[in-house]
């Protein structure tokens, strides 16, 4: 039986604080998903970012917005919180500054802290922010912890109630971050310098392609210790999640490089890690390849279908990309190791996409929905219908495509900076716990 899954971002949770977090609403949206039958939960990154969430400052620390302020004050760290206005956008601010404060004064270390702060990414985060941020390396390691620990709290209880989680693994960090500081021998550099960015050449996105303000990986020093750097965060992740889904796994076989300063149509492709690495990763029974999603969508080579095919990973399919209007076919509908998603984060939700369209588009896709008897009034509900009828084994759908919601909801705009990005949030659960029925 076909198994389904929800994507909301944990900024996108309701919050008495402007942004959604890892405190109480989590738990009520896990009831929802076990109420309803819903298997699997993704998050996307969370780790620490300045509203990017797929370039990190580091692949071990988490977002410090991300603590739950109604967590600290139930474990007597702070005495109160003021609530904010309920908004459908998340808050990017200091706003939650001052009661971290506090409760840093009143934290005492326990063996379980002093356990956790021996992670040496951890360590190097908080240095790095020690520097950068002006307060004590103390206290961004007290940050981490808190977050950890209430992170762990949530995947806890999702997982004792039946639901797994799904969290994104970024392809590259920021340039200034964490790990360029403490692994520079990691990233091509010359003379303590960037020389290339990483991005993609022009695609359906951007005429000139993407920048993605990351450096790229120096694929020969990464092998000269097994990959190490590589595997040790993958390792990571599978503490904090169940399944990792792999963003950009066609950077794992060739990935596309920049120098500074030009566009993407000055670009290259260079060989990645490929089979050396996943070799590697595989080598202790520790991770099993069964647990990675790959996102392998845009430009495909030959040699990356070979790559995923080789460890018959699962995959990706976006409806929006795979259904042809003029046949009225789909034309990725044949192999079942996919996991599907009408829209993915990059792209427009299902009805803004929709309504898009010209008249002829629409009476074209309605017919689509018709052919495969779906629901052809209310869009959202027939995307959903199709995706359980079709031969994928899980379907993953966006809140925003439960709900209908147009592209006012859209989670991010490709290579596009503007304040909508990574912001739309639900007010609360009651339009969701009405529209989730029809997930089925």
């Known amino acids: 039986m076909k198994e389904k899954g929800i994507l909301l971002p944990i900024y996108s949770l309701p919050s008495k604080y402007g942004i959604g977090d890892f405190g109480y609403e989590a738990f009520e949206f896990i009831d929802i998903l076990k109420e309803h039958n819903v298997k699997y939960w993704e998050i996307l990154p969370i780790n620490a970012c300045n509203r990017l969430p797929y370039s990190p400052l580091s692949y071990y620390a988490l977002e410090e917005d991300y603590i739950s302020l109604d967590k600290l004050k139930d474990d007597g760290l702070i005495t109160d919180a003021e609530m904010r206005p309920i908004?459908?956008?998340?808050?990017?601010?200091?706003?939650?500054?001052?009661?971290?404060?506090?409760?840093?004064?009143?934290?005492?270390?326990?063996?379980?802290?002093?356990?956790?702060?021996?992670?040496?990414?951890?360590?190097?985060?908080?240095?790095?922010?020690?520097?950068?941020?002006?307060?004590?390396?103390?206290?961004?390691?007290?940050?981490?912890?808190?977050?950890?620990?209430?992170?762990?709290?949530?995947?806890?209880?999702?997982?004792?109630?039946?639901?797994?989680?799904?969290?994104?693994?970024?392809?590259?960090?920021?340039?200034?971050?964490a790990e360029t500081m403490f692994n520079p021998e990691c990233f091509e550099m010359k003379n303590g310098e960037f020389t290339y960015e990483a991005g993609t050449p022009p695609d359906y996105f951007n005429s000139n392609g993407q920048r993605w303000n990351c450096p790229v990986y120096n694929v020969d020093n990464i092998k000269k210790d097994n990959y190490k750097y590589l595997i040790d965060r993958y390792k990571y992740y599978f503490k904090l999640f169940d399944i990792v889904r792999v963003d950009y796994f066609r950077g794992y076989d060739s990935f596309f490089k920049i120098p500074i300063g030009k566009t993407g149509k000055e670009g290259v492709y260079v060989d990645g890690v490929s089979y050396g690495f996943f070799?590697?990763?595989?080598?202790?029974?520790?991770?099993?390849?069964?647990?990675?999603?790959?996102?392998?969508?845009?430009?495909?080579?030959?040699?990356?279908?070979?790559?995923?095919?080789?460890?018959?990973?699962?995959?990706?399919?976006?409806?929006?990309?795979?259904?042809?209007?003029?046949?009225?076919?789909?034309n990725d509908n044949e192999d079942e190791n996919v996991i599907v998603f009408p829209g993915s984060h990059d792209c427009s939700t299902m009805y803004g996409w929709y309504k898009n369209l010209d008249d002829k588009g629409k009476e074209q896709f309605k017919q689509f929905l018709r052919k495969n008897e779906c629901y052809d009034i209310n869009i959202n509900i027939g995307v959903m219908q199709y995706c359980m009828k079709c031969k994928a084994k899980i379907v993953v759908i966006t809140v925003q495509d439960i709900?209908?919601?147009?592209?006012?909801?859209?989670?991010?705009?490709?290579?596009?900076?503007?304040?909508?990005?990574?912001?739309?949030?639900?007010?609360?659960?009651?339009?969701?716990?009405?529209?989730?029925?029809?997930f089925k």
Request: charged share 30%.
């Open 403 to 438: 709900l209908g919601l147009d592209d006012e909801a859209r989670i991010n705009m490709p290579g596009v900076e503007i304040t909508e990005n990574w912001s739309w949030k639900l007010k609360n659960f009651d339009n969701l716990k009405k529209e989730i029925v029809n």
């Open 87 to 177: 908004s459908d956008r998340a808050t990017y601010d200091n706003f939650k500054e001052k009661y971290y404060k506090e409760a840093f004064s009143k934290f005492v270390k326990d063996n379980l802290y002093e356990e956790f702060i021996e992670n040496i990414g951890i360590d190097q985060y908080a240095e790095y922010m020690c520097k950068i941020g002006g307060e004590t390396k103390d206290y961004y390691l007290f940050l981490q912890y808190i977050l950890f620990k209430q992170w762990t709290e949530v995947k806890e209880y999702a997982n004792s109630n039946g639901v797994k989680i799904i969290g994104d693994m970024p392809a590259y960090p920021m340039f200034n971050s």
């Open 279 to 330: 070799d590697e990763l595989f080598r202790d029974g520790s991770i099993k390849k069964e647990n990675l999603i790959i996102e392998d969508l845009g430009d495909i080579r030959e040699e990356t279908v070979r790559l995923r095919q080789h460890y018959n990973f699962t995959r990706q399919k976006i409806l929006q990309f795979t259904i042809n209007l003029d046949t009225l076919y789909d």
